[in-house]
């Protein structure tokens, strides 16, 4: 077995007896399936389908939730470790910094992806059994989990540059709800803000794009609720991402997992322990 492998595995064993992963998935269940049940109760009234409002429900679910379930997971990865002694044992072994780091990933990556999958899985079947979703809100649906699951991946990135840039476990810990206030409530308060300000011309109107692709949040709202029809529909978001191309979106969001993972690589290999 490969020596990320074992330390994946590791993280795995260890959020299972910790109950990170029990704890999430019920999480994420039961918001999901309240907001399956609660949002998608008006559709009666209009042309939407109770999935593709489920969708839109659980997107605005994600954006605030995911971000800091992952990075709750990650923040101590590493300056947790070394503030414990353990991370000089582990780097004893024959095994690179490199692969610490990717294991690390990999594993915490496979906690919030089951979490994902499983907690918004429910609220489908769950809304599929009081109405049969069409084919376009499966796919929305498809969508939204792979969207969520990189967003997840994203920030669980963010949080392994944290570790690797502090010395301290406290430290890290404030920095984390530190990034997670500015980049899922402070970045698009003051975008809307500036936006209001000029009414949406000049400079900050014609970069609005590049605006939105340097937060994951907003990059993941551009691929949620503008790659599919069943969900934009009901969203609403087409205003904004006009002139967006949701692959481009979509690409930025997987920037926001190798760009992070990746420096805070440059920067551990680096690091005095």
């Given amino acids: 077995m490969s020596p990320i492998a074992t330390i994946a595995g590791k993280e795995i064993r260890e959020g299972l007896r910790n109950r990170w992963v029990a704890a999430a998935t019920l999480l994420l269940a039961l918001l999901a399936l309240a907001l399956a049940f609660i949002g998608a109760a008006p559709t009666g009234d ?4 109770r999935l593709a409002v489920t969708v839109v429900s659980l997107a605005s679910l994600a954006i605030y ?3 800091l379930i992952a990075l709750l997971l ?5 300056v947790g470790e070394a503030e414990q002694g353990t991370l000089l044992l582990l780097l004893a072994h024959p095994i690179s910094r490199w692969q610490v780091l990717a294991g690390k990933f990999v594993g915490q990556a496979a906690i919030l992806a089951f979490a994902t999958i499983v907690g918004f899985g429910l609220a489908a079947v769950a809304v599929s059994l009081v109405q049969a979703p069409s084919a376009g809100e499966w796919r929305a649906f498809a969508g939204l989990v792979g969207a969520s699951v990189l ?3 994203s920030f669980i990135a963010i949080g392994h540059l944290v570790s690797v840039l ?3 476990r406290t430290t890290a810990a404030g920095a984390a709800v530190a990034v997670w206030l500015l980049m899922v409530v402070l970045y698009d308060m003051g975008l809307l803000g500036v936006l209001v300000a000029t009414g949406g011309q000049g400079i900050i109107g014609d970069i609005l794009p590049a605006l939105l692709m340097l937060n994951p949040a907003d990059a993941y709202r551009l691929v949620t609720l503008t ?3 069943a969900a934009a529909d009901v969203a609403g978001f087409g205003a904004v991402s006009e002139g967006i191309s949701p692959f481009a979106a979509l690409a930025a969001l997987v920037a926001w997992i190798a760009v992070p993972l990746g420096i805070a690589g440059l920067v551990f290999t680096r690091r005095e322990i």
């Fill in 46 to 49: 209009v042309a939407a389908g």
């Fill in 65 to 67: 939730l995911l971000p």
């Fill in 74 to 78: 990650a923040f101590d990865a590493i």
């Fill in 151 to 153: 967003l997840g991946w």
């Fill in 166 to 168: 502090v010395a301290e």
């Fill in 227 to 229: 790659s599919f029809e």
